[in-house]
């Protein structure tokens, strides 16, 4: 049973916690849609396989797939991932799927934000999403976690919390009127304090370089604890990403979290530069209803699109010179997590990354 | 996690539980097809509706339902209803669902038949069935029960257990050449005994009059404790039902169950013929993948085919002068539990009634 609530998490002493705290498990959704992942989907299938295998060594993972592809993912998956039909247009269950709150009792529920494929009909990603809309309440209804719906557009993926009260997003995104038109900042932050129970919103102008969800702040920084952050960063004065990074690392020296602390931040060096290959693009459909993905383009890389699992740092690498640091360096700001790399242009060429196709279920149980 | 394993329910120490004993919950899904169900499945998505409301009120009910009905059923039922995608082509879950089976320790295991939509390219009740034959596998990945494949084409609603080692089945079903041709009853036999724990088999020869499964036995009779079988019945000599019912009455008399024990065996008197109206039958799609269901034909209409819940006996009624003798005896016949009258004709216009539409998962733990 997964009852519809009709008031806001905050008002029911619910609140998001950090995705350091502890975990039932972890969503994650299957790719398959020949506009988004070349070649039918088979490498990024492969690249899943092994985000969700890894995962798996750590907490439990559901997979949730179209009716299509359910005996394949079956039998690509390991027998210890969950696989479940869950039908959806594409696979990026951190902005299609729930967000979950937990209360001080252990109660956990899920927030159903209201979904427009990264900007609607102004910019969609593809149409319909008519199966995105419905994943958030088909995860609910499978772990019989009740459902609160969110008269914000938004995406899991635009939103970071500290568990503490203090939320990081992006201008670019959550204020850009593909997203909510009629609603004021004001409006959109008070659904934030609402349902999130957020008390201090950290804005950051804009998103990584050519990041095509208008910014998403889960490819540019993120809480590491109360208190301290990840910022992808560049040396490179020449790379439009610099005084992206510059303007972000500024604003975030200066803001001050829920509980007053100023912020530590820890750059984390992006890889160079990555574009499209012709091989790659050549192996995607090409379809009016969907973003085109042309050869060339530069790809949004960024070391902080990892995923926090229980125990351990689900973390992209992607076989450039600066992997080893980025490696290492969350390694020491995670002292007590395994850190596993992923080889991950198979995820970034769909567009994000292995915190993209992920979603923490905190531990808790459901009444 | 669900595990697919090699070996047999047997030889593991598990056996089919009797439908009596303490459940975890029940399996239902969402009918829809416009040539089984009239009207576009709207006059029976209302009886589901009942059905599934009033086992709610004894045991947690989960709906499956096809991806394009996940809103409507969703809004069409109450909300201690959990609703789960899961595409079928049909809503007979006790014939294409799993059926459960348990340990001494507790440790439920879910058995997925092989299923041929009642007789496969010979007499199929439509094609085609793919999504029906993935439904066990789906039920026991959301549920993380393991899983065992049993080679073996029969369906739910074809076999009864007392729970101790007695199954019932009809021959004109399970030894029926649209099933398994290339097994003997002796191998159909030792399958039954492999998969359930079955040590002694009653062979029934024919089901129900018109009955459209090729005779399941679950519309024509069933154990009510151990010992003790109901069976369907009509004292009208001049209908077809008649020698039917007495020969099965003559073969349970003199059947011995696992046990030894002689059976006793109570009539319930069947509705009186009822047929499929004109009306009704102008409310179906004409399709030629589909069994033809023409005005005229007389329905397969039984009291034995009811649910045993927790603590409740869901039994179906058809505004017949027979309802209130068949009720008044379930309830004589189970003391312990609330008998419900279901108006249940829309659902025996789809060819099965309240047994066929219902799996009870035995109460119990994944490992």
């Not at 008002?11 to 975990?23: S, V």
């Not at 670019?172 to 201090?200: F, G, M, T, V």
């Not at 889960?218 to 960063?233: E, I």
């Not at 604003?251 to 530069?273: N, T």
Request: proline share 6%.
């Amino acid at each position: 049973m997964s009852n519809l609530i009709r008031s806001t998490p905050r008002a029911d002493g619910f609140r998001m916690p950090a995705e350091w705290e502890p975990h039932a498990g972890c969503w994650m959704l299957w790719p398959q849609r020949r506009d988004t992942w070349r070649n039918g989907g088979k490498p990024a299938q492969y690249a899943f396989v092994e985000v969700a295998t890894q995962i798996s060594r750590f907490e439990r993972v559901t997979m949730g797939v179209n009716p299509d592809q359910f005996e394949n993912a079956r039998a690509m998956l390991p027998p210890q991932i969950r696989v479940v039909e869950l039908s959806n247009n594409d696979a990026w269950i951190r902005d299609n799927g729930a967000t979950f709150v937990v209360s001080e009792e252990g109660v956990v529920r899920g927030v159903d934000w209201t979904f427009n494929a990264w900007g609607g009909l102004r910019k969609m990603m593809y149409f319909p999403w008519d199966l995105d809309e419905l994943v958030p309440a088909k995860m609910l209804e499978i772990e019989s976690l009740d459902r609160y719906k969110a008269p914000l557009v938004t995406e899991g993926g635009a939103i970071h919390v500290d568990g503490q009260g203090t939320l990081l997003a992006t201008e670019s995104c959550l204020l850009n009127p593909n997203r909510n038109p009629d609603l004021s900042k004001a409006e959109i932050e008070q659904h934030l304090a609402d349902y999130l129970d957020i008390s201090r919103i950290i804005w950051l102008p804009r998103g990584v370089y050519e990041d095509e969800t208008d910014g998403h702040v889960d490819n540019l920084c993120c809480f590491l604890r109360p208190g301290l952050v990840a910022l992808t960063w560049t040396d490179d004065r020449s790379d439009p990403q610099y005084e992206r990074s510059a303007e972000a690392y500024d604003l975030l020296r200066s803001a001050r979290d829920a509980s007053g602390r100023q912020l530590e931040v820890r750059k984390i060096h992006q890889p160079d530069p990555m574009m499209m290959t012709e091989e790659e693009a050549a192996g995607l459909d090409i379809v009016d209803t969907a973003l085109l993905r042309p050869a060339g383009e530069r790809l949004a890389g960024s070391y902080i699109n990892f995923y926090i699992a229980n125990g351990a740092i689900i973390a992209p690498q992607f076989g450039d010179r600066h992997d080893s640091a980025a490696f290492h360096q969350l390694a020491q700001l995670f002292p007590n997590r395994e850190i596993v790399g992923i080889a991950a242009r198979e995820i970034l060429l769909g567009g994000g990354n292995i915190h993209c196709i992920t979603q923490q279920q905190p531990a808790g149980r459901a009444t």
